[in-house]
């Protein structure tokens, strides 16, 4: 099944009728475009490409060698095994804790996602897990990431401490790849945007051409991070993101994030908006629907200010999926996750999961 259960169809700005595929997308500013039943597109704050997707659209890809390692995010993973999913009633019982301390979802603005998507059916922590999800155990459990293209120094310190942040989050050793040159995506897969002249890269490309062909054997999810500007075909300005979950395969870009390097205020901005797309969109790879009870990294988006409203965490449903699937152990999670915070002046974050780990002590 899909990662999102997205909208059969949205607002005149933005159509995507769907039927097989599940297919949603966040991001309000597209121009018109038409998604029909053979796309395979998962488009986040963009797309969430679902289930169906026809291998007809898809010419097989031929296996490229995985560019090296060049970094290794090693995770204690002390006795739990890699090899199979928590204690589903354990988790649960997190819920009742941390629930104190969440913020119900209210009435969404206009034109927020909820506004525009009042179908989403949202996911209890039962629901997901009845739903035999896709889980970061057995013989794929590592998270690689692949910076594709060029970057400023900044953008890389945060490509790289958002891989940090990824092994936290997930309990997952992560690997960075070298980077790929720019001439990894060719001329026919780039263009320049006939109003704005701004360079971008067709992200259908990447998923297909640069990461299936190079997903490495051990792989839970394979995602590119690049600095230009991504748009997933004709009738489109532009994605955030574009991931397969069947594939395991993402892509993102920053370069909507601001810039990192014009002060420390605009680095941790662009550090925080970074590490909330990564974490929701991994999130929706291991099968993870919207969040629709609480103010929640899970909660769908579709405009920058309305992202920026929405925290880091996850509410206590979301994050009893995640510690379920991944097998992490909620405390240390947290404790890990605030350490980073601190290092990094993510105040308000830090004091949230300093707060959740005292409740879960209590
Ligand atoms: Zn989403
Ligand atoms: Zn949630």
């Not at 942040?165 to 320049?192: D, H, I, M, N, W």
Request: aromatic share 8%; proline share 7%.
């Amino acid at each position: 099944m899909g990662a999102e259960s997205g909208p059969r169809s949205t607002n005149s700005n933005n159509t995507v009728s769907t039927t097989d595929a599940e297919v949603s997308f966040h991001g309000g500013r597209m121009m018109a475009a038409t998604i029909n039943r053979s796309s395979w597109l998962m488009l986040i704050p963009l797309l969430i490409m679902g289930a169906a997707h026809s291998g007809s659209n898809v010419a097989a890809a031929e296996r490229i060698r995985t560019p090296p390692v060049a970094r290794t995010i090693r995770v204690a993973r002390g006795a739990r095994s890699f090899n199979r999913v928590g204690d589903a009633n354990k988790q649960a019982a997190t819920i009742a804790v941390l629930k104190p301390i969440q913020t119900p979802l209210g009435k969404p603005k206009p034109g927020d996602w909820l506004d525009q998507h009042p179908d989403e059916p949202g996911q209890t922590f039962q629901e997901y897990v009845r739903a035999r999800p896709a889980t970061p155990t057995g013989r794929r459990t590592v998270i690689y990431v692949q910076p594709l293209g060029e970057f400023s120094e900044e953008q890389r310190e945060i490509v790289a401490l958002s891989a940090e942040y990824l092994s936290l989050y997930f309990g997952r050793p992560v690997k960075v790849l070298e980077t790929l040159p720019p001439a990894t995506v060719p001329a026919s897969a780039r263009r320049t945007h006939p109003q704005w002249k701004v360079k971008q890269i067709l992200s259908t490309y990447v998923l297909e051409h640069v990461l299936k062909p190079r997903l490495p054997k051990d792989a839970a999810v394979y995602i590119a991070f690049t600095a230009t500007d991504l748009w997933p075909g004709q009738g489109w300005n532009f994605v955030f993101g574009q991931a397969s979950f069947r594939d395991r395969v993402g892509v993102w870009s920053m370069t909507r994030n601001g810039d990192p390097a014009e002060s420390k205020e605009s680095f941790r901005l662009c550090l925080r908006r970074t590490l909330k797309t990564a974490t929701h969109e991994t999130g929706h790879m291991f099968s993870i629907k919207h969040c629709t009870a609480y103010v929640c990294n899970m909660c769908g988006s579709n405009h920058l200010a309305e992202s920026d409203r929405l925290p880091l965490h996850l509410c206590s449903e979301c994050h009893a999926k995640i510690c379920w699937a991944a097998n992490v152990e909620p405390i240390a999670r947290f404790r890990r996750l605030a350490e980073f915070c601190r290092e990094h002046g993510l105040e308000r974050e830090r004091a949230y999961f300093v707060k959740a780990a005292n409740l879960l002590c209590a």
